[in-house]
């Protein structure tokens, strides 16, 4: 039985240019901190790569980061930020953010939070999308105490996407730096790091076909965030650790094609998201399209359609799905194995019953009409056969 793959939000297959550029390293020797010729030939790579890296996204070679993939860069961007703002002005204790946000953003605001910083997560609507009166409000209640906001491109659950150049235009006017957490967005968006204004982006390389375990936070060099990690004193003295030639020359390679095929699979995706949208609809006409309905960089995410199915529960979909050969993902999060309603539905303003009963669909480069046929095809038997199992339980038999 072949797969139907439908997770790409959760990791896309790698290119083969980036797997080639990735695996024609991999026997060869060099530490790129090293000072003879091996270390040197390490070193070209590496900023060969970088340069390439910072021409896609319309940045400074030296603004480009590189780490172990998407949650350091937040992390690194999140605490290091507050802790060099804080550092230079104590009354800078506030984080604004949004409800949200990736875990790799939820949970270090979290912990700062024990850490003495002022978390305030403003409210989006019921599309998924910042309030930007309201933000706006927040900022200025007393902006002298932001320390820096952090606001992610395009949800990885709804596919919504925020306002970010208007919360920098918001924060900037206060001096206050801006984080966004890009991961979703590269290489389904237009992505560029100087127009956008943002001060710091986080991207990662499995996400556009590059490997895992490798990617980069794009931070201005007027900024300085404290280090996470100390040691050799590697990127900027911002994060420190032997850095990983073969795969920064993958995620390059892999940077570099997501930016220039952007714009034809941003349309050939968002035409079989529509196709997928449609087909679903008509096999179950109550099923809900979460996020915002229109298409658009400005809108939503190209390759994501996430849809309720009201009467069900989403984990049964989804290992009914699995039993069929088609992949794809819930709107929950699991802790510990225990089922949990989606925290970006419910700020959305959905009921638990209903934040448990979704499905993300996330088509990426391999995708095609026939993995939507197959979707299509499935979907009603499965949705009657989970509606059949809720009923059962629900009634004790």
Not at 126 to 146: H, I, K, M, N, Q
Not at 260 to 288: F, K, M, N, T, Y
Not at 363 to 391: C, K, M
Request: with cysteine.
């Amino acid at each position: 039985m072949s797969v139907v793959y439908l997770d790409h939000a959760a990791t896309t297959p790698i290119l083969s240019e980036a797997a080639a550029a990735m695996t024609a390293q991999l026997g060869r020797v060099g530490n790129a901190s090293s000072l003879h010729a091996s270390g040197r030939a390490a070193r070209r790579l590496v900023e060969e790569s970088r340069e390439a890296i910072a021409q896609a996204l319309s940045c400074r070679p030296g603004e480009v980061v590189f780490t172990s993939g998407g949650t350091e860069s937040d992390n690194l961007a999140i605490k290091g930020l507050f802790w060099s703002r804080r550092a230079e002005d104590p009354r800078r204790v506030r984080i604004l953010s949004t409800p949200i946000e990736h875990h790799a953003v939820l949970d270090p605001l979290t912990w700062l939070a024990t850490e003495g910083a002022k978390v305030e997560l403003v409210d989006v609507d019921r599309l998924g999308r910042l309030d930007l009166d309201a933000f706006r409000a927040t900022v200025e209640a007393d902006p002298e105490s932001v320390a820096l906001v952090t606001v992610m491109w395009a949800n990885n659950e709804v596919g919504t996407v925020q306002p970010v150049r208007e919360v920098v235009e918001i924060a900037h006017a206060h001096g206050i730096p801006v984080h966004t957490d890009a991961v979703q967005a590269l290489g389904q968006l237009p992505l560029d790091f100087a127009g956008s204004g943002v001060d710091a982006m986080t991207v990662t390389g499995h996400k556009i076909g590059g490997p895992y375990g490798v990617g980069a936070l794009l931070v201005r060099r007027e900024l300085k965030p404290t280090a996470l990690l100390h040691g050799g004193g590697q990127e900027r003295d911002i994060r420190s650790g032997t850095i990983d030639p073969p795969a920064i020359a993958g995620f390059a390679v892999a940077c570099a094609s997501a930016v220039a095929h952007q714009g034809e699979l941003a349309e050939r995706l968002s035409d079989l998201r529509d196709a997928l949208v449609a087909g679903v609809r008509r096999e179950v006409p109550d099923a809900i399209y979460n996020g915002d309905p229109e298409s658009g960089p400005e809108h939503r995410l190209p390759g994501n359609a996430h849809l309720e199915f009201p009467g069900c529960e989403g984990d049964s979909l989804l290992m009914l799905l699995d039993a069929r050969g088609i992949e794809c993902s819930t709107g929950s999060a699991c802790d510990a194995g225990v089922p949990q309603a989606s925290h970006v539905l419910l700020a959305m303003g959905s009921s638990e019953e209903f934040a448990r009963s979704s499905l993300r669909f996330s088509l990426g480069h391999t995708s095609t009409q026939a993995d939507v046929d197959a979707l299509v095809a499935a979907i009603r038997p499965v949705v009657d056969r989970a509606r059949n199992a809720a009923l059962s339980s629900r009634s004790g038999r």
